[in-house]
């Protein structure tokens, strides 16, 4: 009997590295970057910044879309700096709020595509955070919350998708958060407007799968940056104690991470073992392209919802271990 047990779980070990390997085949054809035409939103600062300079040694031609041309003109500069060959390799910039109205965004994407060509790639990197109670927020703050992380999003995408489906060629990528796989104190606002982007791109995967074009949607963990930077000074203690448990993260690591599964076409993008968990545990009803990925979430998702319970529990009692700090603070001014 223990006998057959092994032979039966080596088999199935075996079965699990050869669909593995065989994955790649199964799924979409890889995009080569050489030569291509790739779209970054928020590519003035941040992980936009460091997919540029990812792409660009890729042998990319890059156009960047953000608001401040000062912070345009010097990411411009230092992605130049990573050109392999100047003589077919560009850089441009434009001045564009992607969450303003769709003409200015179309715009500013048939002007560039008038210069380098099709887009190859659509990465939707312009995105910021607003960490607060939820009484505490702004009405104002909350809308532009959906306006520039979800509504940019549509405007970029709606600007470039009929070309890419007259091509039967495209990718294109979505910079959620891991705010946008689970929800936590303080990011009521935030996660609901990265949650949104699960719906789009979920929805668009299947109009587009037809038509080769594919998408991305990257959850990055907690990354050191200065939108990052931005938001901690707002941020919750409860919300900066549970953020912590994740770590933080350099920009170069999660670029990599996300334009080596937008090349191989994958639509999820998870970073790190907690983000790979994450992926897991909330797959549901997402799209996938890689067998492997299909049955690590099949036969782990009960021992990932596990997990992610003990997890959820040990972020309600920062929480209430906090209220019960400010409970004793505030009795103590009384007195």
């Known amino acids: 009997m223990f006998f057959e047990i092994i032979v039966c779980l080596g088999c199935f070990i075996l079965v699990l590295a050869l669909l593995g390997l065989l994955s790649p085949l199964l799924g979409p054809k890889q995009l080569n970057l050489l030569g291509s035409h790739v ?103 909350i809308k532009r919350l959906m306006s520039v992380n979800y509504f940019g999003c549509v405007h970029s995408t709606r600007a470039v998708i009929k070309v890419m489906k ?56 907690d990354t050191d940056t200065p939108g990052f930077e931005e938001e901690n000074k707002c941020k919750p203690r409860e919300t900066r104690l549970i953020s912590e448990t994740a770590g933080l993260y350099q920009p170069d690591e999660v670029a990599k991470s996300i334009v080596n599964s937008a090349v191989n076409g994958r639509f999820t993008c998870a970073i790190g073992l907690d983000g790979w968990m994450l992926s897991n545990v909330t797959a549901g009803m997402s799209p996938t392209t890689n067998i492997l990925e299909a049955l690590q979430q099949i036969f782990t998702m009960g021992i990932f919802r596990a997990v992610g319970l003990i997890y959820i529990e040990s972020f309600n009692r920062i929480v209430s271990k906090c209220k019960h700090e400010d409970d004793i603070k505030g009795k103590s001014k009384n007195d």
């Open 166 to 221: 007259e091509r039967h060629h495209g990718r294109i990528v979505y910079v959620s958060s891991q705010a946008g796989q689970v929800g936590l104190f303080g990011f009521s606002a935030y996660s609901a407007s990265k949650f949104a982007l699960r719906g789009f791109a979920e929805s668009l995967q299947m109009e587009l799968k037809p038509y080769n074009v594919h998408i991305t949607l990257a959850y990055p963990p």
């Open 39 to 141: 779209l970054i939103t928020g590519g003035s600062s941040g992980i936009g910044k460091a997919i540029a300079i990812e792409t660009v040694k890729r042998g990319a031609c890059v156009t960047i879309f953000a608001r401040k041309m000062d912070l345009l003109l010097a990411a411009k500069k230092e992605v130049e700096q990573h050109i392999s060959d100047s003589s077919k390799q560009k850089v441009l910039i434009y001045s564009v709020d992607v969450a303003s109205d769709f003409e200015s965004v179309e715009k500013a994407v048939n002007q560039a595509q008038d210069k380098l060509g099709p887009v190859d790639a659509l990465i939707n990197s312009a995105g910021f955070s607003i960490a607060g109670r939820c009484e505490d927020l702004e009405l104002e703050d």
